[in-house]
């Protein structure tokens, strides 16, 4: 997606060559134009897959996964983070150490809002290693329900998270794909 | 408003006397029609405000704040809770405790996106003992940006908030004010 792209280049920081800074426009201030054409580029890739729930990873998942969900015309939902393992009956959870931050948490998720018959798509916004995404799929197949695509916004192509997703058999559809980040220089996939 | 009234006696479930679970059309689930009708009414009362930003508070609070946003054409600005005292100097941080967990966390903002000129509404899903509003005016305060109001969706006014904000000259407008939750039965105030 070209215009995510151009703003990357534009106003995200490099600040080494593993992490990238989109905070003025995505993850701590919001653009809201940008979301919505996100937002419109998601719901046209995945229309055609009869996808009943958005799912967001919170919590920088959750503007662009409002705003398709609102694309979609389906209901968004909620994946939790907790920051230790309390246990807690009604809930579905399970346990994602962040590659990235080296901290481990609980993923959660209502299994009221999750059924057998929702077939989901899981938006967030970064893929590097995998770990989230993987979680948000345990949980929705420990509720029974099925994925019909994984959405990101920018992927750190040169992690492996989009081989091991693909490995499991699920579609990586991601509007930014970066190559490499060395000295600071933000290289997208052709 | 009507339809946020509607939906809380339809699907609200007031837990205790104290505590209302709205997870299946706000908190876990988001009902996104419901969140454009919110958004609406927001916008419609604050139109005249000059606001600059809208303050969501992490992280229940960044779906509604979104589409209000998005109603006004003016940027989110998302407030972080970390859930420890960890000093970072490129953020501005403030202690909050919640009274109905008990529980205390430092709430963020980045000073980059908070700036004397801005005139910003704050957002939240709740307004309990008004502990997490205080704290994003505290930090709204250390960026010497000014707070154009405060808008709730669900006020519980048996609880000091509102008498706290109101005290301090902030305008709280709620859409939707509960008197009492005795016996299970939500009574909304007249």
Request: charged residues 25%; negative net charge.
């Amino acid at each position: 997606m070209q215009l995510l792209k151009d703003r990357i280049l534009a106003d995200g920081r490099a600040i080494n060559s593993d992490v990238l800074k989109v905070d003025s426009f995505i993850t701590h201030q919001v653009d809201i134009e940008l979301m919505e054409a996100i937002a419109a580029d998601f719901a046209e890739h995945f229309k055609d897959e009869g996808i009943t729930k958005v799912v967001a990873i919170e919590s920088s998942g959750i503007a662009p996964a409002l705003m398709t969900a609102k694309a979609l015309k389906v209901p968004l939902v909620i994946l939790k983070k907790q920051p230790s393992k309390l246990l807690n009956g009604s809930l579905l959870q399970t346990e994602v150490t962040s590659f990235t931050t080296a901290k481990t948490y609980e993923l959660t998720a209502s299994p009221k809002f999750l059924k057998a018959e929702d077939h989901c798509l899981i938006i967030d916004d970064f893929l590097a290693n995998g770990e989230a995404v993987t979680g948000a799929i345990r949980l929705l197949r420990m509720a029974h329900a099925t994925v019909g695509g994984v959405g990101i916004l920018i992927e750190k192509s040169f992690q492996p998270g989009r081989k091991k997703l693909e490995g499991a058999g699920f579609e990586v559809y991601s509007l930014a794909r970066i190559k490499s980040m060395k000295s600071g220089q933000v290289e997208f996939e052709e």
